[in-house]
């Protein structure tokens, strides 16, 4: 028994609409603690999720049983006792939970995990509980740095529940402010019709250059990740026109699809927007948002320039001409000029010290505004509604999963796991910065296979940051942090670990076996979808490099001098490391070329010493000066040869 889906429709349009009002309302104008917020956020988009996602694979899609009606209801009911008991809870019973909070706390936790699992499946649900098993019952049996004293089931409530450590603490304030806004914000874009103006100035700058089908991927979804905050959304919704752009432009389909996935899994490290990532490192670190996004843009690009080396690689090998077709770029503009005044808006508040959340507001009425200075794109009262429903329904399992996550995140605080994780990594990695971001690598992308990106990035940055940052300050500084002072200068340490992190979590949507952009890429392009992944992870190897930079070059805690040398100098190394993987230029290359390449490449990455181990380079300094001399010697032999191939290939025909 239940109700028709389609007759559902309306009211799921609408209620959309509300919820997206009523987070406008409350970001811009406040009138709300941020306790009941984050309680009406989890509330109102569960309560949708329940009406839009079913049970199970099973269920029929064509109607909503009335028991997700009922589980609905119960949602709302969560918010709506926060707010009527929160306060006569203080009064009454000082602080000590009544049965009905038990019983309220308890049916929160039941609906977020039910919620997560039909979101996202079986993994997030199964590891919440066993965090709660652990902190309420078998932590005190565990032996060694892992036992916990455990809890009562009142008090653990308690946190969980009116406290900021828990569901509706700080992940769920980032949850209902930055992330909300900024994918109602990418909604109202998209309705506007600013993808199909991506793809449109994407040919027109690529199209001339070799390969250029797939430089137009890569172009594309730079931009488009830093408003989807998906890389499968992105994947889907750039790929299904670039994909078979590049197919028919004479790109091998498995190379199509794995370039289309690791484009779009930068689009996520690319400012301004940087998906929710960079909302939850500001909260996290607190470091302003407009420094994290400045400190990201040398790195961004490095790895979509190491994508696009991939590319022109693959059409030289495989006698990819340029496009005879070509766009004219300033018609592009002039009918879509209007989508640059809301992204400029948005960068000038950032820019301004405006807040995150302020900023995507007034840039999601510059949109609008926008739009009626041109004939044919202008937002009706029909598309602003869609717009507003839209940013709701994608918000549904990204806002649940950072609700519930909050969970997780309490329990590791409240136990103290996250300390001892991070003195393990110190221990096994024996002091060495370079095996510490293997483990955190390694960890990644096992909680990968389980986690989304962004809850990923919460549970390692809880649990690995403190050991990164100790590792890469001298002793002296570090001393200074534990000692609980506060060091100014180790405020870009600590950016930069949390930004190997988040470079790091990217990888499970590219790696292996689970791997669901690679799996969408897959879809559109016919292709194996492990072949894909295998495909993509080779053309995304930016992932680990350029996080390598953060830890051991000034690209992140120097001056803009260091920074842009560092740049400067990475992207004849990251050229120089496609030769050698690729084993192509001009020609095939020789074994030895190749060795000469990936060793031109490591001098390249390195700025004083090779990444921390001095002692091997007592005889020079500033070691990529060296790798430049290099890089060219073994780029002008190899070109000498080539023409000597080439040569020797004409005449024999």
């Known amino acids: 028994m239940g109700i028709s889906a389609d007759k559902l429709k309306p009211f799921i349009l609408y209620y959309g609409v509300g919820i997206s009002i009523f987070h406008f ?3 811009i104008w406040g009138g709300m603690s941020d306790l009941w917020f984050n309680a009406a956020h989890f509330s109102l988009l569960a309560s949708l999720g329940y009406l839009t996602f079913r049970a199970s694979s099973y269920s029929s899609s064509k109607t909503v049983p009335f028991y997700d009606f009922i589980l609905a209801l119960l949602t709302l009911s969560v918010a709506g006792y926060m707010m009527g008991f929160e306060e006569s809870l203080y009064a009454v019973s000082n602080a000590q939970m009544r049965p009905s909070d038990v019983y309220m706390t308890g049916l929160a936790i039941f609906l977020a995990l039910e919620m997560v699992r039909r979101a996202t499946g079986l993994i997030i649900p199964a590891l919440m509980l066993v965090c709660i098993g652990y902190i309420l019952w078998f932590g005190k049996h565990v032996a060694g740095v892992f036992a916990f004293g455990g809890m009562s089931v009142e008090r653990f409530f308690y946190r969980m529940f009116y406290t900021g450590e828990g569901l509706f603490g700080s992940i769920a304030t980032i949850s209902s402010t930055y992330v909300f806004m900024f ?6 874009l998209l309705k506007s019709g600013a993808g199909d103006f991506i793809v449109d100035v994407s040919r027109a700058f690529t199209s001339r250059f070799r390969g250029g089908a797939g430089h137009v991927a890569v172009f594309s979804s730079a931009l488009m990740g830093t408003i989807s905050g998906s890389a499968v959304a992105n994947t889907v919704s750039t790929g299904s026109i670039t994909i078979p752009m590049m ?26 927007i940087m998906g929710a990532g960079a909302f939850i490192m500001a909260q996290m670190t607190n470091i302003p948002f407009a420094t994290i996004v400045a400190v990201s843009v040398l790195p961004a690009i490095l790895y979509f320039a190491s994508i696009a080396v991939y590319i022109h690689i693959h059409a030289k090998e495989n006698n990819l001409e340029v496009e005879t077709e070509e766009i004219d770029i300033w018609p592009v503009l002039r009918e879509g000029f209007h989508f640059i005044i ?58 649940v999963l950072l609700v519930s996550v909050g969970i997780i995140v309490g329990v590791i605080n409240i136990s103290g796991i996250g300390i001892i994780f991070s003195q393990l990594i110190m221990e096994w990695s024996g002091g060495k910065l370079i095996i510490a971001m293997i483990l955190v690598a390694l960890a990644s992308l096992v909680l990968g296979m389980g986690l989304p990106v962004t809850a990923s990035y919460v549970v390692l940055a809880v649990l690995s940051a403190p050991a990164l940052v100790g590792l890469m300050l001298s002793p002296e500084l ?28 990217q990888d499970s949507n590219l790696t ?44 992140i805690t120097g001056t803009w001098a260091e ?18 993987v690729e084993g192509f230029w001009d020609v095939k290359t020789t074994w030895l070329e190749r060795l000469v390449f990936a060793a031109t490449a490591v001098l390249l990455f390195t700025q004083d010493s090779l990444y921390g181990m001095s002692s091997l380079t007592p005889w020079i300094e500033n070691v990529h000066i060296l790798g430049v001399g290099l890089f060219v010697g073994i780029m002008a032999l190899h070109k000498l040869r080539a023409r000597k191939v080439v040569y020797a290939r004409n005449h024999q025909s």
């Open 25 to 27: 309302w409350i970001n």
């Open 183 to 188: 994918i109602l914000f990418a909604a109202f």
């Open 247 to 272: 197919k028919k432009n004479g790109f091998k389909p498995i190379f199509a699809a794995g370039v289309e996935t690791a484009a779009s899994t930068g689009g996520q490290i690319m400012p301004p």
């Open 342 to 399: 809301p992204l400029a808006t948005l960068v000038g508040l950032l820019v301004y010290g405006f807040t995150p959340t302020y900023a995507a507001g007034i840039s999601i009425i510059a949109i609008i505004a926008s739009s009626y200075l041109t004939k044919y794109k202008r937002m009706g009262i029909k598309e602003i509604l869609e717009a507003l429903s839209l940013g709701s329904q994608n918000m549904v399992i990204t806002g």
């Open 478 to 505: 570090a001393m200074l942090l534990n000692a609980g002072l506060e060091v100014p200068e180790a405020t870009m340490y600590f950016l930069s670990a949390h930004l190997i992190i988040f470079w790091l979590s």
């Open 512 to 555: 292996p076996p689970v791997c669901l952009a690679a799996f969408a890429a897959a879809g559109i392009a016919g292709t194996s979808p492990m072949r894909t992944g295998v495909m993509s992870w080779k053309l995304g190897k930016g992932l680990y490099i350029v996080p390598l930079l953060f830890a051991f070059t000034p690209l």
């Open 563 to 580: 920074r842009v040398e560092i740049f400067a100098f990475s992207l004849g190394g990251l050229a120089a490391f496609a030769i050698a």
